[in-house]
């Protein structure tokens, strides 16, 4: 899970962009980076570290041009501490190509091979976004080429490289002195979308980001979403191309961006975020209200944040208090996208304080968005407990996460998973709640497709069903030993 942002504007548009990234910083805390093209010129700065502290006056002043791309990184492939795994990414040839991406490819091992063996090029870390734009540059340097390069040879060469990458990848890049290129992986597993702003002088400004908000908040319009395995060619005058790239393309949205990743202000596939949470609420009251007698519950509490949509929805289906029992410290980082187990387990007390006030002597009935590691959800258990809580019984708005993750969230060892292999019994006892409750499989699609006309999700860390088709045991078990931390 990354976030990018891409822009072809009339001014310059480096404050843009870096205003984009703020609003993008949820989605990853490891490193940040810019990149503007004036004209043939590229300017670069990237970062470890959030986007505040990224940027002083001096690299803004140094990002001059119309046309570029921002990133923030969560990193699910190579290293969070090092500095060179920072996006974007840069080749000098064909023409200089930059590039950022959100997702995770699958088929590094082949990609590597053929990169160095056939392709004779070289990189220097050991990111699948450097492998992406070598791939991109090297079908963009197997075209046929006249006297310049037309959005027909850049759409052929997406086209090719379709067939080779296997994963998820949502990309934005810059060609230097023609424009920017944006594409989608054929099953669309990563969001995009697209925006524009028609100016005074009835000229079109154009922008790409991972989320429906970044064009909001900067006055765009939401035109759609690319679609999967569609490419976006906009030169740097602002002339708009498109092609779809991809012989079978289908739409499987990552479920997981709607119970988690994504804010809820924003619209992803044609789908609010929001409306989604709510309806996983409703969803959750109804298996609630199976398990547990609603005169049993004195208040229902969502952990903050991403779980106070479904939250809401929980009490007032079951006709019980909603009350706030965390003090959330907004200055900590996200623990679940934190790197290591132990600063995960730090990082809760920090982030959260429960207001004995809230809890002392209550049945407590705690809404979390999902248990992953279940590191978080025990001690946020404990805290209440020790906040004077009579009983604690924990919820989840998604159901066990039973599998690893492959498609660029950082779940890649199914033995951190703690409902990998579990019974929903031996999982609250570990939690040390008074009572454990998941959502159903069934009822997470429907709460995020109903009314859509969208069919399929990603689904993948809940059912085991990777949407790619090539997932086998081997490749996760050699994920598993090459990134758990």
């Known amino acids: 899970m990354c976030g990018i942002v891409g822009i072809v504007s009339n001014s310059q548009i480096n404050q843009l962009i870096y205003d984009s990234l703020l609003l993008l910083q949820h989605r990853g805390q490891d490193s940040t980076g810019i990149a503007t093209m004036d ?51 840069y080749v000098n040839a064909p023409y200089g190509i930059i590039l950022v991406h959100n997702g995770n490819l699958t088929n590094t091992r082949e990609l590597e091979k053929q990169l160095f063996n056939v392709d ?27 006297t310049s390069l037309e959005p027909e040879q850049i759409f052929s060469a997406v086209e090719s490289l379709h067939k080779r990458v296997e994963g998820s990848y949502a990309a934005i890049a810059l060609i230097s002195g023609y424009g920017l290129l944006a594409f989608r992986d054929p099953f669309g597993i990563r969001p995009l979308v697209l925006g524009k702003r028609i100016l005074n002088d009835k000229k079109t400004e154009w922008m790409l980001a991972s989320e429906s908000l970044v064009l909001e908040n900067n006055d765009f319009m939401l035109v759609r979403d690319i679609n999967p395995g569609e490419a976006i060619f906009i030169t740097n005058e602002g002339e708009f191309y498109s092609k779809q790239c991809s012989k079978n393309p289908l739409l499987y949205p990552c479920s997981f961006e709607y119970v988690y990743l994504a804010r809820p202000d924003s619209v992803m596939n044609g789908i609010s975020v929001y409306e989604a949470r709510l309806k996983m609420g409703d969803n959750l009251a109804t298996k609630i209200k199976k398990q547990i007698n609603s005169g049993e519950i004195d208040v229902v509490m969502p952990i903050p ?21 965390f003090f959330k410290n907004r200055y900590v980082g996200r623990t679940f996208i934190m790197p290591g187990q132990s600063q995960r387990k730090k990082s809760v007390r920090q982030k959260l304080n ?126 598993e030993t090459k990134y758990s931390s």
Not at 65 to 85: F, K, P, Q
Not at 461 to 474: K, L, R, S
Request: one cysteine or more; aromatic letters at 6%.
């Open 120 to 146: 004779r090029r070289h990189t220097n870390s050991s990111s699948d976004t450097e492998m992406l734009l070598n791939i991109l540059a090297t079908e963009i340097q197997s075209q046929k080429f006249g």
């Open 354 to 479: 429960a207001m004995s006030s809230e809890f002392k002597g209550k049945n407590v009935l705690l809404v979390d968005d999902s248990i992953v590691r279940g590191t978080t959800s025990r001690e946020i258990v404990q805290m209440a407990k020790l906040a004077g809580a009579n009983k604690v019984i924990f919820t989840s708005a998604a159901p066990p996460i039973r599998f690893p993750h492959v498609y660029g969230i950082n779940m890649p060892s199914k033995k951190e998973l703690i409902a990998h292999n579990k019974t929903i019994l031996q999982i609250q006892k570990a939690l040390i709640a008074d009572k454990l409750i998941y959502q159903d499989i069934s009822s997470l699609k429907d709460s995020i497709l109903k009314g859509s006309e969208i069919k399929n999700l990603d689904m993948s860390c809940f059912n085991g069903d990777y949407v790619t088709g090539n997932i086998t045991d081997e490749y996760l078990n050699w994920v």
């Open 305 to 325: 944040d991403s779980s106070r949509p479904s939250a809401m929805q929980v009490a007032r289906q079951l006709g019980v208090e909603y009350r706030e029992g």
């Open 39 to 89: 004209g043939n010129v590229f300017h670069m700065r990237k970062s470890r570290g959030q986007v505040k502290e990224a940027y002083r006056t001096r690299d803004m002043r140094t990002l001059k041009g119309t046309v570029g791309i921002g990133h923030v990184r969560y990193a699910t492939s190579g290293a969070a501490d090092r500095e060179n795994e920072a996006q974007p990414f």
